[in-house]
């Protein structure tokens, strides 16, 4: 759990500020390509990699759709769901093995109403989830797929190689050939 508090601390909270919130903490592991969240699910838990890679993807037509991924050191989660109560339209796939430090969603409104602390964490987890969504909107309708490419590329040099090519090329928006070519002209 170490990696969650440093986390919170680069931000200015103090180990001792965070103890009632990090009671509520489960850590929970996934083996590479286990579905952690399943289309129809409602999200229970907003979570902290503390190591791996997830992919958040849905289908259409039979084809899976690769609209996001979440790498360690950060947040991730169903986020309209985990809010609204409602079921997800989206699986959550460990790509690598996962370690993940979850709050669950009762737990964490349980702390808001008790805890000052606990409303400035959710606070901070939610705008990183918004923002992110924000970028990845942004990047869609800005970016090219090679733009797409050298972005996640430049952000995640070392981990994307822990990806399949076949999820890359979905989350840029090109098939696999694709792909291939983008990747031939940048090297």
């Known amino acids: 759990m170490e990696s969650l508090i440093n986390y919170f601390k680069k931000m200015g909270f103090t180990e001792e500020s965070l103890t009632v919130f990090l009671k509520q903490i489960k850590t929970r592991t996934f083996e590479a390509n286990e579905i952690i969240l399943f289309e129809g699910q409602v999200e229970n838990y907003m979570s902290f990699i503390d190591k791996g890679i997830v992919r958040y ?3 259409h037509n039979e084809k899976e759709i690769t609209f ?6 950060s947040f ?4 309209d769901s985990f809010y ?4 997800t339209a989206v699986y959550i796939q460990a790509i690598t093995p996962c370690v993940l430090h979850s709050i669950s969603h009762e737990s964490l409104n349980a702390l808001y109403a008790m805890c000052e602390t606990s409303k400035k964490l959710g606070q901070i987890a939610t705008e990183y989830l918004l923002s ?3 970028k990845r909107e942004m990047d869609l309708l800005l970016k090219t797929p090679q733009e ?3 972005a996640l590329f430049t952000e995640q040099s070392k981990l994307i190689q822990s990806i399949p090519q076949k999820y ?3 989350y840029i928006g090109v098939v696999p050939e694709t792909l291939s070519r983008i990747r031939k002209r940048i090297t």
Not at 68 to 73: H, K, L, R, T
Not at 76 to 79: D, L
Not at 84 to 87: A, E, I, L, S
Request: charged letters at 30%; hydrophobic letters at 35%; proline letters at 0%.
């Open 57 to 59: 993807y849905a289908v």
């Open 132 to 134: 992110k969504k924000v």
């Open 76 to 79: 991730y989660c169903a986020y």
């Open 68 to 73: 996001d991924f979440a790498f360690q050191n």
């Open 84 to 87: 609204t109560r409602k079921k």
């Open 168 to 170: 890359i090329a979905s």
């Open 148 to 150: 797409r490419y050298e």
